[in-house]
């Protein structure tokens, strides 16, 4: 990708008018979570098709507002595992850091669609707090910074903080889960690339795509690219209803993540967030459409299948 102002990418390049003439678009859901999809995914959309798989993930629904009691603001319990500000503490050997409250795109599925970022993101001011706590627990082995978005962070801002990173001794692995090369890869510039290459942890990149449809062809070099700074490059999909309830459509993703260079890694129940309960299937529906996987995919491109549950300290398998 060229070296072009990334930002401008991430901009909203679907508008409201573009999608009033459609059934299932609703304007007060729009106002309660806003409507923001970057110029490159806008064009794996086919807004003809009402049903399109990209476009339900980010079409705002009347459903949204619709009140559902078993589903909440909070549903994977942020919050109460956030010792400091901008810091997720769950899991053994590995800490989260909120590095960004910012997204390229507004996924209506997305479980922190309702989470305080202003109040609870490590921004530049507070990294320092967020760093002390890491040296201070030497049993963490893993920095996963997520956000939002990790990657709406200035490469700059990014090397400042890897570098703080590398320099604690029991730090050994830096991992980056990001949906910005699937949706908005002219962030993926040359200056990002010797960034990347420059980090001396072992390096992850969790990848975000629910879709085939979201794998167009020309992200093939940047992913190549990421993949040749030594970085690992897997993806994590989560099961929505009408996106991707289907075992051919999620055979066809593991088999296209893989000749994209990805590994298929986790299967995600949805997390029930608070306007997001249209996009949820039963258990059971999941663990049937996982059994079918098993039959139709060699087992390395079989994603495990997973559900959140707040105040666990694993993710929970689904068998």
Same mark, same amino acid.
């Given at each position: 990708?060229?070296?072009?102002?990334?930002?401008?990418?991430?901009?909203?390049?679907?508008?409201?008018?573009?999608?009033?003439?459609?059934?299932?678009?609703?304007?007060?859901?729009?106002?309660?979570?806003?409507?923001?999809?970057?110029?490159?995914?806008?064009?794996? %959309?086919?807004?003809?098709?009402?049903?399109?798989?990209?476009?339900?993930?980010?079409?705002?629904?009347?459903?949204?507002?619709?009140?559902?009691?078993?589903?909440?603001?909070?549903?994977?319990?942020?919050?109460?595992?956030?010792?400091?500000? =901008?810091?997720?503490?769950?899991?053994?050997?590995?800490?989260?850091?909120?590095?960004? =409250?910012?997204?390229?795109?507004?996924?209506?599925?997305?479980?922190?669609?309702?989470?305080? @970022?202003?109040?609870?993101?490590?921004?530049?001011?507070?990294?320092?707090?967020? %760093?002390? @706590?890491?040296?201070?627990?030497?049993?963490?082995? /893993?920095?996963?910074?997520?956000?939002?978005?990790?990657?709406?962070?200035?490469?700059?801002?990014?090397?400042?903080?890897?570098?703080?990173?590398?320099?604690?001794?029991?730090?050994?692995? #830096?991992? %980056?889960?990001?949906?910005?090369? %699937?949706?908005?890869?002219?962030?993926?510039?040359?200056?990002?690339? *010797?960034? #990347?290459?420059?980090?001396?942890?072992?390096?992850?990149?969790?990848?975000?795509?629910?879709?085939?449809?979201?794998?167009?062809?020309?992200?093939?070099?940047?992913?190549?690219?990421?993949? $040749?700074? $030594?970085?690992? #490059?897997?993806?994590?999909?989560?099961?929505?209803?009408?996106?991707?309830?289907?075992?051919?459509?999620?055979?066809?993703?593991?088999?296209?993540?893989?000749?994209?260079?990805?590994?298929?890694?986790?299967?995600? *129940?949805?997390?029930?967030?608070?306007?997001?309960?249209?996009?949820?299937?039963?258990?059971?529906?999941?663990?049937?459409?996982?059994?079918?996987?098993?039959?139709?995919?060699? =087992?390395?491109?079989?994603?495990?299948?997973? /559900? /959140?549950?707040?105040?666990?300290?694993?993710?929970?398998?689904?068998?």
């Amino acid at each position: 990708m060229s070296k072009g102002n990334w930002r401008d990418s991430t901009k909203n390049h679907v508008t409201p008018n573009e999608l009033a003439d459609l059934q299932k678009y609703d304007k007060k859901a729009e106002d309660l979570f806003p409507l923001l999809v970057p110029s490159f995914l806008k064009k794996n %959309i086919n807004f003809n098709n009402p049903n399109d798989p990209i476009l339900l993930q980010v079409l705002p629904q009347k459903s949204e507002s619709e009140e559902n009691t078993d589903f909440s603001d909070d549903p994977v319990g942020d919050m109460d595992a956030s010792p400091i500000k =901008g810091v997720i503490h769950k899991y053994h050997g590995r800490v989260l850091l909120i590095a960004s =409250g910012l997204c390229a795109v507004n996924c209506r599925y997305c479980f922190r669609r309702n989470f305080p @970022y202003a109040k609870n993101y490590a921004s530049g001011n507070n990294w320092s707090n967020a %760093i002390e @706590y890491i040296k201070e627990n030497t049993d963490i082995t /893993e920095v996963i910074l997520s956000g939002g978005d990790p990657l709406m962070l200035s490469t700059n801002a990014l090397s400042k903080l890897t570098d703080k990173l590398a320099q604690i001794k029991h730090i050994k692995t #830096l991992r %980056i889960h990001t949906r910005i090369p %699937i949706v908005s890869p002219e962030r993926i510039t040359n200056n990002f690339i *010797q960034w #990347l290459n420059k980090i001396p942890l072992k390096k992850v990149m969790v990848l975000h795509c629910n879709h085939a449809n979201e794998l167009s062809s020309d992200l093939h070099e940047v992913l190549k690219k990421i993949a $040749n700074t $030594n970085t690992v #490059l897997l993806n994590q999909s989560v099961l929505l209803k009408d996106v991707n309830d289907d075992a051919h459509v999620l055979s066809d993703l593991s088999h296209k993540l893989f000749d994209f260079g990805v590994l298929p890694y986790y299967l995600n *129940q949805l997390d029930k967030a608070k306007g997001t309960h249209h996009f949820g299937i039963p258990n059971s529906t999941a663990k049937s459409l996982h059994k079918k996987l098993l039959q139709l995919l060699p =087992g390395y491109l079989v994603p495990k299948l997973v /559900e /959140e549950i707040s105040g666990k300290m694993n993710k929970s398998p689904l068998f």
